[in-house]
């Protein structure tokens, strides 16, 4: 995705707006990243380009939490230890 | 069946779609079917080859509507066609943004705007019940056939109020019963994958419209589904089997499906 689209961009759940955005890889577009609800820490992979805004009953934990392991060190420790709808801390 | 039961069933049931280059909805099926419903030989040339899975009822007046600079959300992009279609319109001043829940139709999408190098629009994998656009942001939303595939439409309807900006308008096109169709058709998840299962009766999807706070909502355009393209679709030919109906009931139950093209408005007050 490209930045400019965080400007419309809110959270399924909440319709939060503005959302933040933290880029891990870059080419011509973000190819992975994070969305953050600041309001209700929902977390959103950016993965090959695409934001993935699923409400949580969609979303898969055997996909997600790969996602956020692999990229902990760059994602805020709150949403690490207490993200939704997955987060680290067991 | 349950909500959610049924949203996963058509999930799935279009990840495969997509994946086989199969099709879905029982409006028929590829291209030859999406020049019948109304888009020119043109404007099916100009779109990456494989953005049109002829999934769609036909939204090419909707698309005509389109003016320079805006700002367009097509809700159930699939592949991408009209999506493609609207960024044309739209020009690199405005923008157009699909949302599609099946992560296989998202990756089409991609792979096909990559091959054209669209710069004004953009896929993101998202539910149409719940979109994750901010409030009063979009001038125009489209959608092709897919509301009836959701067992929510009056969220649906809402969420599309919402993403609107005052003033915004909403052109659809859609599946909708001139008559109720039975249980047993109803019940049947193929059946929804076809499209028949979860379509409104008219006057209750307008009222849903309504309901929303849309004013001026206007059926355009009116068009029975003809029978020789539905039969000639793969999932309508596998549910037909599944239940083991004649033909002659077959045809029973697809005659009180009409295409509808419907426009609504949201106030600008």
Partial sequence: ?90 | MKEEKVRKMVREGYGKIAKAEKCGCGCGCGSQVSKQIGYTSDELRSVPEGADLGLGCGNPTALASLREGETVIDLGSGAGLDCFLAAKKVGSAGRVIGVDMTPEMLDKARANCRKSGYKNVEFRLGEIENLPIADNTADVVISNCVINLSPEKQRVFNEAFRVLKPGGRMLISDMVLLKPIPETVKKSVLGYIACVSGAEMKTEYLKLIANAGFKEVHVVEETPLSAELVFSDATVEAMIKEMSLTKELAEELVTPVVSVKISATKPSE
């Fill in chain 1, 1 to 90: 995705m490209r930045p400019k689209l965080m400007e419309i961009l809110a959270c399924p759940i909440d319709k939060y707006h503005p959302l933040e955005l933290h880029v891990f890889e870059e080419k011509d577009e973000i190819t992975e990243g994070l969305i953050i609800c600041p309001k209700c820490q929902r977390w959103y992979p950016i993965r090959e380009e695409i934001p993935e805004m699923l409400p949580d009953e969609l979303r898969k934990e055997n996909e997600d939490l790969p996602f956020l392991k692999k990229w902990k060190n760059q994602i805020p420790e709150k949403i690490v230890k207490e993200g939704k709808p997955f987060n680290l801390t067991h």
